[in-house]
């Protein structure tokens, strides 16, 4: 599947675009890996570096990749092969795998499949259904089972692709504890729990904290180097603040603990309109850096995560902008995110299926450019 002209034409630009930045001012010698390892750090930089925290399974990147669909789900290979194409084909200044979120699920033995050729995997069976359930359900070896370890094969590889050089940070994305959940009872099922079936939910969280916890262990084995933990529920339309405060935080602060004594750099999702004061919770959790989407607004999070010593990461709409919008729309919204302080420019959520290259492109070349002469002008 070789890339389409348009796409060509996008990855000429890319590259006319790495040439420029070769002789950009900064610190000598920051690669990607540095740059963003410094961002995490609170360490001045350069820029601010263009990731993406989340996955971009699009079609333009996976015919670039020479994969299809179902190989970037299933194939370690692939899977690294297509992390590589969102790094030097798109211009992220990082790979990250997988590609899908149902690959916690398939550890326990849930059915996925998919809705529709332009949907990712979506679970088709609910394993709990009653307080027995809970008790008997097993905590499955991350290692061993589903898919999981096609992922950490397909860490293994980008780490080898990379070995002894430390240029290109690998991510990988998890689930939350309460995603988890969600996925092997049900939504409804769930927010109905917190209300009236609240020692099920607690014990079911239980359990699925603990796999993420194993699973964490094992993604520090193999060689990542961040991980980004999916929390698109704890939201205002989605949870009150006393069901976020019960039933999603203490099961993250554990995770983040955990990650902070594995000593592994940790990015936290969050995807809707949250409350200011659910927002000043959600800083209190101990991650390096909050991942936003475009209805976090950056300048009131700014300072309540400064005090806590968190990055910011986002906010470029993956729909609005970067599916919809033109490319005049995705420069201008990409230098808005460096104009209000972002410590690191990415979409808001993953890519959507249909993503155009060219915007892709231009998010990537617009934020290592207006970066770079951003960051001139404010030291002058």
């Known amino acids: 599947m070789p890339p389409t002209d348009n796409e060509i034409r996008s990855l000429n630009e890319f590259d006319i675009v790495k040439n420029f930045m070769v002789g950009i001012g900064g610190r000598s010698g920051l690669n990607e890996y540095d740059r963003l390892n410094d961002v995490l750090n609170h360490v001045p930089v350069d820029r601010p570096p263009v990731i993406c925290p989340m996955h971009a399974a699009t079609a333009a990147l996976m015919r670039c990749a020479g994969c299809h669909e179902s190989e970037v789900l299933d194939n370690p290979v692939k899977m690294a092969r297509m992390a590589i194409a969102v790094h030097d084909k798109a211009g992220f200044e990082n790979v990250r795998v997988p590609f899908d979120e149902s690959v916690e699920v398939s550890a326990f033995g849930v059915i996925t499949g998919h809705k529709s050729a332009q949907r990712l995997p979506i679970v088709l069976q609910?394993?709990?259904?009653?307080?027995?359930?809970?008790?008997?359900?097993?905590?499955?070896d991350p290692r061993t089972e589903g898919r999981v370890p096609h992922v950490l094969e397909a860490v293994r590889r980008l780490e080898t692709e990379w070995q002894g050089s430390e240029e290109v940070p690998?991510?990988?994305?998890?689930?939350?504890?309460?995603?988890?959940?969600?996925?092997?009872?049900?939504?409804?099922?769930?927010?109905?729990?917190?209300?009236?079936?609240?020692e099920l939910l607690r014990a079911l969280l239980g359990k699925t904290t603990n796999f993420i916890v194993e699973y964490l262990r094992a993604a520090v084995e193999v060689g990542v180097d961040q991980i980004v933990v999916d929390d698109s529920l704890s939201n205002s339309e989605v949870l009150t603040f006393n069901h976020f405060h019960e039933f999603a935080e203490p099961y993250e602060d554990r995770i983040a603990n955990e990650m902070r004594r594995l000593d592994i750099e940790s990015i936290m999702h969050l995807c809707g309109r949250i409350s200011g004061e659910?927002?000043?919770?959600?800083?209190?959790?101990?991650?390096?850096?909050?991942?936003?989407?475009?209805?976090?607004?950056?300048?009131i999070l700014r300072g309540m995560a400064e005090s806590r010593g968190m990055a910011i990461i986002g906010n470029v709409s993956p729909t609005t902008t970067l599916l919809m919008g033109s490319a005049s729309n995705v420069e201008k919204e990409t230098r808005r995110c460096i104009d209000e302080g972002i410590d690191a420019v990415a979409p808001g959520g993953s890519l959507e299926m249909y993503t155009p290259m060219e915007n892709i492109v231009m998010m990537t070349r617009t934020a290592k450019r207006y970066g770079a002469e951003h960051h001139r002008q404010t030291m002058r």
């Open 126 to 140: 609910r394993i709990i259904s009653s307080p027995s359930d809970v008790d008997d359900l097993r905590v499955p």
């Open 170 to 198: 690998i991510f990988i994305g998890i689930t939350s504890p309460l995603m988890l959940a969600m996925q092997l009872r049900g939504d409804h099922e769930v927010l109905l729990d917190m209300d009236n079936e609240p």
């Open 278 to 299: 659910q927002l000043e919770r959600m800083v209190e959790i101990d991650v390096d850096a909050l991942s936003i989407d475009e209805e976090v607004p950056i300048p």
